[in-house]
């Protein structure tokens, strides 16, 4: 008996494999026993996980270089009295921080009143709403969170508010912005600059909504932000011109009314007055003419301060799922008993 069990022992540090496996054929029934409820296991555990989908979109932002892209027209600002140079400078949220962009609460919190709509039409509505009412948990889950409510205090119940504040989440707001953030995947490749947009969720035109929205503002949300200066330039030139052309107005007026009233006249005075009028008139004409120059230069600022995206893939609604791979999971839980099985027994002999 002392031989047999010296067959299955270590032969200079290295096992010898010929004994291992009639070792593991003498325990073949221990083998059936455990695979088969690994199987049965992994069979239920696989089934019970929902499937979802995935929708992926490729986006390449296309930046101009600065004011010098403007050419002759930097001549002109100088002559209206705008310097462009002073307009240009690095953007503070480069492509880099979009992922961080995508996952803040504030972004996030902004998804909550989009509309979406189910592939077999059954649910349309918000998207909070789609959180809260139509996403499939396992079974497991759904016991855990009927456990924790029996040892719920009913008190203080939480007011449902579509657009919550983000300086002051309830803690369901909070737990609902984090699963939204879940569904989403924002990544940039450094070298091209790439922003490739991935969107997951049970239902396949869901995730193709949503991915399709984050792109949207997204790209709202940078042209916002790139152009928010040169637009308030434009804002605050634009209410110069209209003081200056009310002015113009006013002045000319003023000195038609006097020379009508005036006319014939030879007084020294009188025509002091005409002379004082009419350099008035022109030169408020002078600065009116100048901010309408102002506000075309203003306006193109605007123009070459907006980022252009190139969408190199569309969001198309995906046919088969990307997930759970259930044979997969089947597969990896059979080796695991395996391998568990085959240590106990070595162990054990």
Not at 295 to 323: D, M, W, Y
Request: hydrophobic fraction near 40%; glycine fraction near 6%; charged fraction near 20%.
């Amino acid at each position: 008996m002392k031989e047999k069990s010296n067959r299955f022992k270590l032969l200079h540090g290295e096992l010898k494999f010929d004994a291992l496996f009639k070792l593991m054929w003498s325990f073949r029934k221990l083998y059936l026993i455990n695979l088969g409820i690994a199987f049965v296991i992994a069979v239920i555990y696989a089934f019970s996980l929902p499937r979802y989908y995935e929708t992926k979109v490729l986006l390449a932002p296309e930046y101009s270089s600065g004011s010098s892209n403007l050419g002759g027209l930097g001549g002109l600002a100088s002559l209206a009295g705008i310097n462009i140079g002073s307009m240009g400078g690095e953007d503070a949220i480069v492509p880099t921080l979009y992922p961080d962009l995508i996952a803040s609460t504030d972004f996030l919190i902004s998804l909550f009143d989009v509309q979406i709509i189910t592939k077999d039409s059954a649910y349309q509505g918000s998207l909070k709403k789609y959180m809260q009412t139509e996403q499939k948990v396992p079974w497991w889950t759904q016991g855990m969170a009927s456990v924790k409510r029996l040892f719920k205090s009913s008190e203080g119940a939480e007011r449902e508010v579509l657009h919550p504040d983000p300086f002051f989440l309830s803690k369901a707001d909070m737990i609902l912005a984090k699963n939204i953030g879940g569904k989403f995947e924002c990544v940039v490749d450094k070298k091209t600059n790439v922003i490739t947009l991935q969107a997951t969720d049970q239902d396949p035109l869901v995730s193709a909504l949503l991915v399709d929205t984050v792109r949207v503002r997204l790209q709202d949300f940078i042209i916002e932000y790139r152009t928010q200066k040169a637009r308030n330039d434009l804002k605050h030139i634009q209410v110069l011109r209209d003081e200056a052309e009310k002015n113009y107005k006013k002045n000319l007026r003023q000195y038609t009314a006097y020379a009508d009233a005036n006319r014939g006249l030879v007084l020294q005075t009188d025509l002091s007055r005409l002379d004082e009028l009419k350099n008035a008139t022109q030169t408020s004409y002078n600065i009116y003419n100048q901010l309408v120059q102002q506000v075309e230069l203003a306006k193109s600022k605007v123009l070459e301060r907006t980022p252009a995206f190139t969408v190199i893939q569309n969001a198309t609604v995906p046919v088969l799922p990307a997930g759970p791979k259930r044979s997969l999971i089947v597969i990896a839980f059979c080796m695991l008993c395996f391998l568990g099985t085959t240590v106990y027994i070595v162990i054990k002999n």
